[in-house]
Structure formats: C-alpha cells, structure tokens
C-alpha cells in the first residue's frame, strides 16, 4: 500500500524509516556476501535479489533470474524432491543442506546451502547463500 505524502504522519514516517533500514541492511547483506547469495519469496517461490556472484556463478542476468521461480536453479531430476523439501516450514534457525544447483549454460555441480528466514515489512523472505563444493 502507498502512503500518501499528506497521509504521513510520525508513525508512518517512523515505520517507512525502520522499512527502508530494513532494505539497506538485507541489500549490503545480499551484495556484500562473496559467495553467490539471493533472497526468495518462500510462499510464492518467487527470486527477488541476487547478488553479482550469484550472477557470475549462475550465468544469468538479474532480470532474468528475478523474472522466474526457484525451481530455475534446479535440475530436472531433482525437481520433485526440491518441492517438497520447498513445502516443508523452514527451521527458525539457519538451515544447511548439500543440494545440486544449474546453471543457465545447464551444467549441474553440488553445492552448500545456507538459508535463514528474513522479515522485510511483515513478509518473510528466505536470504540463500551457497558456497560451491
């Protein structure tokens, strides 16, 4: 929802600084991190960030790899469990699994998974950071 200018009172102004605080923050975790890194909607599967590494590392652009889902990522063979493994609630702590990641030239390598559940204005997010194996 957008606030209208003349709308804005402390509390807005308040909240928009803490939301925008939010965003700076979770923005340098994503682009500062050295190893590929991507934030995704966990109900809607939709990629929403990814920094330059992940880039490099995937071999797609950022408009093409947040335009799509995350099963993009994922090989074909291992596509079912990777939907279920994506239904199951996240743990409230940092998650760690070994899962096999494809790029966009379709090559496949096994790579570390580091995920945590993020909060950006009331929604949860999943902040994803792999470290090829």
């Known amino acids: 929802m957008l606030i209208q200018h003349n709308s804005w009172n402390n509390t807005s ?3 928009f600084r803490k939301v925008h605080v939010i965003l ?3 923005n340098d975790n ?3 991190e050295v190893f590929p890194a991507f934030l995704f909607d966990p109900v809607t599967l939709d ?6 590494t992940g880039i490099e590392f995937y071999g797609y652009d950022r408009n093409e790899f947040i335009a799509s889902k995350l ?3 994922v090989p074909p063979e291992d596509l079912e469990k990777a939907k279920i493994r994506a239904a199951q609630p996240m743990p409230p702590n ?3 699994n070994i899962s096999r990641h494809m790029r966009k030239d ?3 390598c096994e790579v570390r998974v580091f995920a ?3 909060f950006v204005n009331g929604k949860s997010l999943t902040f994803v950071r792999v470290e090829p194996r």
Request: hydrophobic share 60%; net charge positive.
């Open 13 to 15: 102004i308040l909240i």
């Open 24 to 26: 700076l923050i979770m």
């Open 30 to 32: 994503i682009h500062n």
């Open 47 to 52: 990629l929403i960030d990814i920094n330059n």
């Open 71 to 73: 099963f993009l990522i």
């Open 94 to 96: 940092n998650y760690l």
């Open 106 to 108: 379709r090559s496949v």
């Open 116 to 118: 945590k559940k993020v």
